[in-house]
């Protein structure tokens, strides 16, 4: 069952007399369920995909719609709220609040979704052991690792449950062992709770752990199902 679809997406930027068409008429389906890549070269719009697709930008045109809804005919509230409450977000660089603690980072979600203090800090100390962190549930972020932020970015990512999880460039920043532990967590997570993955990523390694890889070439899909030999060929020609 699709989860994730829209139809002739479009995204235009305009600086003065410079046009860019990032998104250049997308068709896409991802089911529910499903742990995806979408992979490509820089400035391809992979980034720019997965912003139009989860309401944190706006697409020129087209339609986007997430769980039968459609998001692109909600107004800026509406979306907001839709986001909190059905999709969970992982970045690069973790976007971890320094003065609050592993396990304050992780329940501040749920805080502003006005869940009651104890119900909030008893699910984000689960969420915390979920992602093999208990023992570091009291410090702050410049006391963790790397890997240790960006568990605690995915322990964040998952406060409210959410159907869908976004993830641009989850292991951009992190060794290659360390790499492979967050992407085997996701994996698990996904399996586990049946959770949608839509990951960004230049690394082939990543995209070939996932159920399959969207290659994205010039603001367009270049396959839908590419293989990661594929992908890792043409990065290199292009590097």
């Not at 930027?13 to 068709?27: F, H, K, M, S």
């Not at 820089?42 to 045109?61: E, F, Q, R, V």
């Not at 967050?182 to 996932?210: S, Y």
Request: proline letters at 3%; one cysteine or more; glycine letters at 8%.
């Amino acid at each position: 069952m699709a989860i994730i679809r829209c139809e002739n997406l479009t995204k235009t930027y305009r600086t003065g007399t410079i046009t860019v068409e990032a998104l250049r008429g997308i068709d896409l389906t991802i089911d529910k369920g499903e742990m995806v890549a979408i992979m490509g070269p820089s400035g391809c719009g992979k980034t720019t995909l997965l912003n139009c697709l989860s309401g944190i930008d706006d697409a020129t045109s087209g339609k986007i719609f997430i769980e039968d809804r459609e998001l692109t005919a909600m107004n800026d509230n509406e979306k907001t709220n839709f986001r909190a409450a059905r999709m969970g977000f992982v970045f690069q660089f973790y976007n971890l609040l320094p003065v609050l603690t592993a396990v304050e980072n992780a329940e501040l979600p749920l805080l502003i979704a006005g869940t009651p203090s104890d119900e909030a800090r008893k699910r984000a100390l689960e969420l915390i052991d979920a992602v093999g962190l208990s023992h570091r549930a009291t410090q702050r972020p410049a006391s963790l690792s790397g890997g240790e932020r960006q568990r605690v970015t995915i322990a964040r990512a998952l406060a409210n449950t959410p159907a869908i999880v976004w993830a641009d460039e989850p292991t951009g920043d992190l060794d290659k062992r360390t790499s492979d532990e967050i992407v085997a967590l996701m994996r698990r997570l996904n399996k586990e709770n049946g959770q949608t993955f839509v990951i960004v990523t230049h690394d082939p390694e990543v995209g070939a752990k996932c159920d399959r890889i969207i290659h994205m070439r010039d603001g367009n899909i270049a396959n839908l199902n590419g293989k990661v030999s594929e992908v890792s060929a043409e990065i290199r020609q292009l590097g």
